[in-house]
């Protein structure tokens, strides 16, 4: 089970930190990502972490200004975006897979968060 709280209202310029712990499972194996899904539009991928050396990726939405990071210990994956926008409004999700790459197919999902960001 992966839970995702610490979404919520932003003003656009603001940094937010989302997280997601696991629990039921240790997912230090699994390799990470999160994905969000604006209003009326489709869940599109936004980072994610690999189990095997911590790669990290990111989509170009958020490139330059987002960190994923993973702490095994705690069973958490983390999110950090800076300089958020409007356009950064959606549900974001987070997702685990033994697979790779990790898709919006991805075998294990937490609920969702939201986060709006304001203009």
């Known amino acids: 089970q992966l839970q995702a709280p610490g979404g919520g209202l932003v003003q656009a310029g603001d940094s937010l930190r989302l997280s997601c712990a696991a629990s039921?499972?240790?997912?230090?194996?699994?390799?990470m990502a999160w994905f969000r899904q604006p209003p009326g539009k489709e869940r599109e991928f936004v980072a994610a972490?690999?189990?095997?050396?911590?790669?990290?990726y990111y989509a170009d939405s958020v490139k330059g200004r987002s960190t994923i990071s993973r702490d095994n210990a705690k069973n958490t994956v983390y999110l950090q975006i800076h300089s958020l926008q409007p356009e950064d409004t959606a549900v974001y999700y987070c997702?685990?897979?033994?697979?790779?790459?990790?898709?919006?197919?991805?075998?294990?999902w937490g609920q969702g968060t939201q986060v709006t960001v304001s203009s």
């Open positions: 972490i690999r189990w095997i050396g911590g790669s990290t």
């Open positions: 039921g499972r240790t997912f230090g194996t699994y390799n």
């Open positions: 997702t685990a897979d033994q697979t790779w790459p990790i898709t919006a197919t991805s075998r294990y």
